[in-house]
């Protein structure tokens, strides 16, 4: 994740970060991405079945049983080796998590084992009643998808109907005086509706919004031509910016966030290096403390049937199964080539990112999606919007090959030559 709010508006300074030593565990939810120790996020699709029929569907969800999901029993003891790892948040997703009857009592057992609940849903299913008691357990946040205005989102949805029972649910969450946000996927056919979901921030007094950059994966892999191109990226990437930076100016400072595209931190700093120098030194402090992206290392997978992903995209390759290991063990062992690999992965990326500036704080990016387009999982992501010489279009800069910022030192980088 990269938080526009926290870097471009300066929301989150450094010091927040190092007072509370970086440690995951001490840590509130909103720093847990600068953790030191990154024990992992863990987003459990604890059931494939989703009322939807989304298009860009990861786990290509359907309203039907599936066989062999883990047992409430099973969750339970998954659930107290995951408190025992250290695992801050366990994140309840699908499918559709509110269509297995025990969440309530499986997210309760969760917040009584120290850990962090939060649920990411279609937000159809939240009645009044779920919402209170979702209140009274103590989740920490829910995530509602909103892929666009009414048209938009009902069609990505494959539901006629589901944008009402989502902003239903949604201020059902806000009535129980739960923290609620919007989860948006964008792609060629509704990023014309992103400035509607800024308005939609602003009318319904939603506190969080996070935009998610497409990965091909489930039935998201056969959207990979309706992905943004690059130039297009970067001009979403200002339109968030300036959106944004617009709400703060106003007294309005929500948080917000893109999620899956770690080319973001960069271009951030090379805008604000342009505008703000100084808290462009800032900014690059806290993305060296974020090192990019972390499937693998601070985020994992648990699927419905118990097996350990390295997060919930790249469903194709599995570490083991929690029936047969706990997921702490799977999650440490060093004997598993591509999960040490991933605990440290700058030196197995291949092409222009072994020359890329940027690797310290990008992380290489997401594999899922490199081996999607090319069959490569250390090839550079085909998403990586940041040019090798002809310029960001959009900040007036360009990446330095050769160059990489090394994590603790102190300032930002030699600014980048045009």
């Known amino acids: 994740m990269i938080g526009i709010s ?22 509130p939810s909103h720093l847990l991405q600068f953790s030191a120790d990154k024990r992992p996020v863990i987003v459990w699709n604890m059931t494939r079945r989703c009322n939807l029929r989304c298009i860009h569907c990861y786990s290509s969800s359907q309203n039907i049983d599936y066989p062999d999901e883990l047992t ?10 995951l408190a025992a790892f250290g695992a801050p948040v366990l994140l309840f997703s699908g499918g559709e998590p509110l269509m297995r009857k ?13 850990m962090r609940a939060v649920i990411s849903t279609n937000g159809t299913l939240i009645t009044k009643g779920k919402a209170a008691l979702f209140r009274k357990i103590g989740l920490s946040y829910v995530g509602i998808s909103l892929d666009g205005t009414r048209a938009t ?17 949604l201020r059902h969450c806000q009535e129980a005086g739960i923290k609620v946000g919007v989860r948006f996927t964008v792609n060629r056919h509704n990023v014309a509706d992103v400035p509607a979901i800024f308005d939609l921030l602003e009318k319904e007094s939603i506190p969080r919004c996070c935009f998610y950059h497409l990965v091909y994966a489930g039935r998201g892999s056969k959207l990979v031509e309706e992905d943004l191109d690059h130039e297009e990226t970067r001009r979403l990437l200002d339109l968030i910016m300036d959106r944004t930076r617009g709400l703060f100016n106003r007294g309005m400072e929500k948080e917000v966030l893109t999620v899956d595209n770690h080319a973001d931190g960069p271009y951030v700093y090379l805008r604000l290096l342009r505008e703000d120098p100084k808290r462009a030194a800032e900014v690059m402090e806290l993305l060296e403390m974020n090192e990019g992206n972390s499937s693998g290392n601070g985020i994992g997978c648990i699927s419905w049937d118990g097996e350990v992903h390295a997060d919930q995209f790249w469903r194709n390759i599995s570490f083991g199964n929690i029936r047969q290991r706990p997921f702490s063990e799977i999650w440490m062992d060093p004997s598993n080539e591509l999960m040490a690999k991933l605990k440290n992965k700058q030196p197995h990326v291949q092409g222009r990112c072994t020359a890329c500036r940027w690797l310290g704080v990008c992380g290489g990016n997401f594999r899922a999606r490199s081996e999607s387009v090319t069959g490569n999982i250390w090839a550079p992501d085909p998403a990586c919007y940041l040019t090798d010489a002809a310029g960001l279009v959009s900040a007036g800069e360009i990446s330095e090959p050769g160059r990489s910022p090394s994590p603790g030192t102190s300032g930002p980088p030699t600014p980048p030559v045009i």
């Not at 409430?72 to 080796?81: K, L, N, P, Q």
């Not at 025990?102 to 120290?114: F, M, N, R, T």
């Open 153 to 169: 989102h009902d069609f990505f949805r494959g539901v006629s109907g589901a944008f009402d029972q989502t902003l239903k649910g």
């Open 6 to 27: 926290k870097l471009y508006c300066g929301a989150v300074e450094p010091g927040d970060v190092l007072r509370y030593h970086r440690e995951s565990k001490k840590l």
């Open 72 to 81: 409430t029993e099973e969750a339970r003891t998954m659930i107290r080796d």
């Open 102 to 114: 025990d969440l309530p009592d499986l997210a309760q057992y969760a917040v009584d084992q120290g």
